[in-house]
Structure formats: C-alpha cells, structure tokens
C-alpha cells in the first residue's frame, strides 16, 4: 500500500512558478512509476508527467513539456513538479498516483491517488 500527499498549490500570476510535491509513504518505491495529472473544472482528469524511482527516467505531455519538469527526491521520498510560465489555462487540482499497468498514461492505469493541491494562475 502506497499512500500519497500532494502539497505546493497556490494561486500564482501568470507566467510565474510554482513547485509541487508529491510525498509517498508506505512502502518500498524501488521499482514503481509516479504520475502526475490535473484536472480543471468540468474537464477529465490529464496526464501531466511521471518518473520512474528507480531509473529517474521521465516522461511527459507534449504539451508541458518545456515549461513542466518532473523529478525525484529519494532521501525524502517526494516527486516534484516543478511548473514554470504558468498560464491561467494551467488552473486545476493537480494529482499524483503510482502507475498500476504499462500501456497509456490514462487515470485508468494509475492508483493510490492522493487528494491533490489547486493551482490557480490569474491573468
């Protein structure tokens, strides 16, 4: 049992930063993928980027990629999410989750999904 806790959310202006942590606890992580996606209001929930603990390898949406970094604090067993040139279409709670099943980066083959921290970019 993997237990997760989002943190770092906020309200941001437009082309600013923020750092979000995903804190896990619970078990050994050697081995498993760590997700991260959004979801805004009245949208379906979106894959943002995850890492691989164990190789640090990482992965992320097309359309992040460039201004969103993933990566990994093993000492403190924390995934960060590091989001820079916010634009307030970036707006939503944002999630993390251990990927269950290879394949897709659908919220299907995630579990153990914390509650997520809102992010909020104003123009």
């Known amino acids: 049992q993997v237990q997760l806790v989002e943190s770092g959310g906020g309200l941001v202006q437009a082309g600013g930063s923020l750092r979000l942590s995903c804190a896990a606890s619970?078990?050994?992580?050697?081995?498993?993928?760590i997700g991260w996606f959004r979801q805004a209001p009245g949208k379906e929930r979106a894959f943002v980027a995850e890492?691989?603990?164990?190789?640090?390898?990482?992965y992320s949406a097309d359309s992040m990629r460039g201004r969103f970094a993933i990566s990994t604090d093993n000492a403190k067993s924390t995934v960060y999410l590091q989001m820079n040139s916010l634009k307030p279409e970036d707006t939503a709670v944002y999630y993390c989750?251990?990927?269950?099943?290879?394949?897709?980066?659908?919220?299907?083959?995630?579990?153990?999904w914390g509650k997520g921290t809102q992010v909020t970019v104003s123009s």
């Open positions: 619970g078990r050994a992580f050697s081995g498993i993928t």
């Open positions: 890492v691989s603990w164990s190789s640090g390898v990482t």
């Open positions: 989750a251990v990927r269950l099943y290879g394949g897709g980066h659908t919220p299907r083959e995630y579990g153990y």
